[in-house]
């Protein structure tokens, strides 16, 4: 596993999210052009990130990169896999976090994945402020406990924990969730969240496998399915993430009403081409028509249902 690297404050940058004819058709403005930046606007101006909660009873998901989501409803908001790192060992970020760190109000809670480095980054973490404390799958509990939050949540597979009116269910994924080489013992999988009838999912890292049409019989009409789609071309060969066109298989199996793309072009974790993950995502929802139900976001731009 990778050595973990102190957090740098990113200056923030943001745009606007392509549209839907965009997604529909121009595949060719992603191909290998995965750098900073490119998704401002062309004057090259920016707005101001979205750091209040809703309050029209809507949620809003803000991609942060890589895996990691600020997601709020109204009332409450949370932090899945905050990860502001710029480097993973040898491994370099390639696209700046969409909202500074150092800003981010204080949370209802935090849940992390799994125990990866990219995925519970405790440097980000110490900074985060959370009321309600922070949810990991059982065994990791003992890497967050130092970490400054007034609880830990250990969880298992189909676990749900309430708090207030939103409620976090632990869903099954095909990874594995070791920190270190001698680790045997710790769980990951993915995070049902749900705030008065609205709810998003969040896949964590995962192969296909036949557990997501399970998901969906579990909690039908998932408003949005936050789906990792890189690092499929892993150096180490290992089926552990799902490909773009799987990616869309699960969420077709789920029966998700929006699909956000994530784990792409952020840290070079596979040896996939730069833009080649979303290409691959766009050309597949277009060929199964349900192209209006993916968006591309930009990292700092609120999406809101």
């Not at 965009?22 to 750091?51: C, E």
């Not at 060992?89 to 800003?103: A, H, K, T």
């Not at 676990?159 to 990874?175: I, N």
């Not at 070791?178 to 998003?200: C, F, M, P, Q, W």
């Amino acid at each position: 596993m990778a050595d973990e690297h102190p957090v740098k404050p990113a200056a923030h940058y943001s745009g606007l999210m392509p549209k839907k004819g965009w997604q529909q058709r121009n595949y060719k403005f992603f191909r290998h052009r995965i750098v900073p930046g490119m998704f401002r606007r062309p004057d090259g101006s920016t707005q101001a990130p979205i750091l209040h909660p809703p309050d029209n009873g809507t949620v809003r998901v803000t991609w942060i990169g890589h895996a990691a989501f600020f997601i709020q409803f109204e009332g409450h908001s949370l932090m899945v896999d905050p990860n502001w790192a710029n480097w993973h060992g040898i491994v370099r970020r390639r696209r700046r976090p969409g909202l500074p760190l150092q800003e981010i109000p204080e949370l209802d809670l935090v849940l992390v994945t799994h125990a990866h480095f990219d995925h519970l980054h405790k440097p980000s973490l110490k900074v985060l402020q959370s009321r309600d404390g922070i949810v990991v799958p059982r065994g990791s509990g003992n890497l967050v406990r130092r970490l400054g939050f007034p609880a830990v949540h250990e969880v298992k597979i189909w676990d749900r924990l309430e708090f207030g009116a939103m409620s976090v269910v632990h869903t099954p994924s095909h990874h594995w969730g070791a920190r270190y080489l001698h680790d045997t013992h710790r769980d990951y999988g993915g995070y049902l969240i749900e705030v008065n009838g609205k709810s998003v999912f969040h896949c964590g890292d995962s192969a296909w496998f036949d557990g997501f049409s399970e998901i969906g019989k579990r909690h039908p009409a998932i408003d949005v399915a936050l789906m990792p789609i890189g690092a499929y071309e892993a150096p180490s060969g290992r089926d552990v993430h799902m490909n773009p066109e799987e990616a869309v298989r699960a969420f077709a199996e789920m029966g998700a009403k929006v699909l956000i793309p994530m784990h792409h072009d952020t840290f070079p974790l596979g040896n996939e081409a730069p833009g080649e993950a979303v290409d691959r995502l766009l050309q597949e929802a277009d060929r199964l028509g349900i192209s209006d139900k993916v968006l591309i976001p930009e990292e700092g731009v609120g999406l809101e249902w």
